[in-house]
């Protein structure tokens, strides 16, 4: 987390660049909180926080030129419920949200590491299932859409004492970001959704 040290980050107001920022926002008073998990070009975070402007943003993302490139956009559409991390989702849960502090967060098309070499890679290990419970508020939700029948199948698997119930069905495309344009573009018409909802808490 706090990965950039570039001044461009410092002087954003809508990118989280170091531990100051990060409190500043105050979790504790901020509402209702959503986190987008790897955003890539934001098309869903900038729809969301638009339609829901009384909630937060917090989108995470690991590659700093998307930090920017969405920062800038967020400036054009005058939208000041977004704030982005430049971070690995499992290091930003660990060390800056507290438990029971999230409302919803969401995943689209995570990277499926289809290698079985790479397979350690995947998000939504048990450990990183537990760490999203136990920052979830009860009853609150995650959801993981994915093209990869194997990504949605191995997730399916990992959930098992997670604390979760689940709701797993194939949908139509709808959310309209790069990644699933690029599968429509494929001709992809059948995507794969998880829907979690925290019933137990989990410690983490
Ligand atoms: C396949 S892309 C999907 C992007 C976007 N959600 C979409 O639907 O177009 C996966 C994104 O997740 C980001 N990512 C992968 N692993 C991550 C991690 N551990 N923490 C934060 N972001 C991550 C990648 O940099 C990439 O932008």
Redesign the pocket.
């Known amino acids: 987390m706090f990965m950039d040290t570039r001044a461009a980050f410092y002087e954003n107001p809508v990118i989280i660049a170091d531990r100051q920022a990060w409190e500043e926002i105050n979790l504790k008073d901020a509402g209702t909180i959503e986190v987008?998990?790897?955003?890539?070009?934001?098309?869903?975070l900038l729809r969301r926080a638009s339609e829901y402007p009384d909630r937060l943003f917090i989108g995470?993302?690991?590659?700093s030129g998307?930090i920017t490139e969405l920062a800038k956009k967020v400036a054009i559409h005058n939208i000041d419920n977004i704030r982005l991390l430049e971070?690995?989702?499992?290091?930003?849960f660990t060390h800056l949200f507290p438990a029971c502090s999230l409302s919803r967060a969401y995943?689209?098309?995570?990277?499926?590491w289809p290698k079985r070499r790479h397979i350690k890679?995947r998000?939504f290990s048990p450990q990183y299932l537990r760490l999203l419970n136990n920052r979830l508020i009860s009853g609150c939700e995650a959801l993981i859409?994915t093209d990869s029948k194997d990504y949605y199948n191995w997730v399916l698997k990992q959930l098992p004492g997670t604390g979760f119930e689940v709701e797993n069905s194939t949908i139509p495309a709808q959310?309209d970001?790069?990644?699933?344009?690029?599968w429509l573009e494929q001709d992809f018409r059948t995507f794969f959704r998880i829907l979690l909802r925290k019933t137990e808490h989990i410690e983490a």
Do not use: Q, W
């Not at 971070?87 to 930003?92: E, I, K, V």
């Open positions: 987008e998990i790897g955003f890539g070009s934001g098309e869903y995470i993302e690991k590659k998307l971070s690995c989702a499992s290091n930003a995943s689209l098309f995570p990277d499926p890679y998000l859409v959310f970001t790069r990644f699933e344009r690029k």
